[in-house]
């Protein structure tokens, strides 16, 4: 595997989760893969989940970790050419990029939208020429359009507690004080599309997911119709993609505290579990009652970060 | 060992000491206890000597490390429930310790005191809910009230130098420009007063230490008295304590220069020997000529915080 | 060896250069050497190739590397005696230094010429006291005068592309925005007059570099008549070293356009190699042209910071 951005980058997904669960009962089961070699972890935004549970599957597979916590402010690269770099920007990607490369064997980055642009955003301009530019493999940390570590734990999880063959899983948006991107709801709506469940999304008119991730997933405007009978509650904000009015990209175009996840929306469910990616907070996106109930499931989907993080390194590591 | 923040965490003090010893002259003999072990440092302040120590201490001990830095304003943890969480608070708790719980084997942690509120620092609340919700042995890096790997250090220090089996040892407050918090004098007398040494805490009125950690220590208020035929001279700064005046907590109420440690203090003890945890102001706490003398211990001091540190480490990994 | 500042302390640089080879290819072959061993890495300011670079090679060599960002604003030293010491500087350098060097086996230190106090900055103040306090080998990690790393480094490139026994190598100023420190024009120029080619330093009148760096080499002020015949071009800025008119030191004196090295200039010489250490501003330096020309050796350069790092450490742990 040189790239993880999208599902389609594990290959056959049910041998993606059995790779997962083998793993997760023998962490450290694969050392010599690991051996002499170096993660470097870019990030460009701010991490906690990410940066532990990656550098501790990274650890668990013996790699050595650099992790380089990029101060978006004091290093910004320069993109274009012909420029003379007489400003803020100190180095040109094309300098920057194969020099960090050229001191490790697999690059994790983290680089979250801006939410001004969506042509931006959604170019993916900065991951893709680490791509392009680095010479090694490349999976994602969270960037502007995807979070796929979070997505496959995600998903992970969902088979771990699923008690029907094919679940009926319910992506809610919810209502929060700030824009948040959408790379978290992108990747889920992809995982769950090629997964084998009953994929709904609800959320208010004008927060449409780009289809390029909403795919053929029903989506259903009314909160309770789409909870009714269902085994999964993942909760997430997310700011307008501007899929329906560009203008509105980024912004919060509705806070309505009615979709906050509490005791009554949960009663809708089939007994379902509650999902979040976390950090979450409380009394916008849910309840405590809800988040401390013995069917969330926030703490063990966090724990399978360390699983999906090992999966993945552990593939970039058998295709050097 | 499941906890580290007082001396009774340490069981027999003697063994607790020999075992240092042992460990000192075999610091990497233990590193198939560490194989595989993730130590989880989380520093919501600054440190250096906590950091490079501790870190170092696990590495002997073959265990992987992570470094975690807090800033503290970036990233408030919500406490309470039933709130609306739509301030500067972006995760309660409840989720971050169980998920930081779960990359991790072991815990440290440094939270130091506000100094505005004696009751929630000495309530040590953030550190108490590591312990209840973490799932890990968690030991300190200093806290609101106590540094028990320097106290420890301090006492092998002690240990190491005395030429009596029962040595006169006194803690003595000397002046400085900021407000400090009572951690290290806490530790250092609750450790003195478990050890066998003759103990006595010398300040000025009203820097008198929390009964919970001076104890029956004798407290004598005439430095020049205390000092006589001193075996050991731990000098430190610290702030109100707000025993006799809860409204003085935290506040500098006495910045008499006489308490400065000088040669001429010296002389009053037994050729004591000078110690301090660093780092220390010149000038302030102690002269130059002091602290640069054959009897100063600091760096000894700081040298035997690997040590102290590797038992704690080696104690909690014994105990998983 | 026990510090690295200056091409002397190679000893032979042809051994050395052999020995570099030697690692390139055998990368992983000296663990045994690293093995409980420590290397501290104090960065004192930013950096991104020689923090990547200098960690990956420590860990080639098995070594376990701790990294310490100081704030310069967080953490002052006090380096006078006889000072009280209560101002913004908590901590004097004669605790510090000794400490730090207790808890590892060898030293990386990254500190810049302020570039305001030419005999300060000449001085080698606080390098020199890690030297002189630390008890460890220590090696520069960019000084105030010095970046002996990137001139090892950029020798063993020369070595590598060189296509005549004894190359003309020409070392010239281009112009930048902000004044930079002379470190990495001093080394270049203390490796190539050590080394068995023609050197010639080219720059604007009032550029001279110190006499102890610029040595013997042949100093010629008209760029076009360095460059003829020249197989490598060696670009830099650095603001003035102050020599012919300390009043200056530091400043930009000068901002030809001129200098910057583009097509026409490189056609002057024997089809010659771009180098640079790097980051580099293009538009002010080289044009994107010359510097994405297959003539271009930045980025071989700095992968080579990987090896030249390597040997270092490599003969301070033989040195242990």
New interface residues.
Partial sequence: MKTFFNVEDLGNLNDALAEAKEIKNN??GYQELGK?K?L?MIFFN?S??T???T??AA??LGV?V?V?DVNAG??KL?TE??????GDK???L???I???G???DIIGIRSFAGLSDRDYDYAETIVNQFVKYSGRPVFAMETSTVHPLQAFADLFTIEEYKQTTRPKVVLSWAPH?KSLPQAVPNSFAQWMNAADVDFVITHPEGYELDPKFAGNAKIEYNQKKAFDNADFIYAKNWSCPGVTNPADYGKIINSDPSWTVDTEHMSWTNNGYFMHC???????IVT?DV??SDHSL??PE??NR?ISAEVVIKRMLESL
Avoid at 81 to 86: A, P, S
Avoid at 278 to 284: E, I, Q, S
Wanted: with cysteine.
């Fill in positions: 962490r450290f002499n170096t470097l701010n906690l989940r940066r532990l549970s550098q501790k650890m668990n050595n650099i380089l004091a290093w320069e050419r012909g420029v003379i770099m007489d100190s180095e040109h094309l300098e920057a194969p020099v960090m050229s001191y490790c004080c976390l950090p979450v907070r409380r009394g916008l405590d988040i401390e926030v703490i966090a724990a360390e």
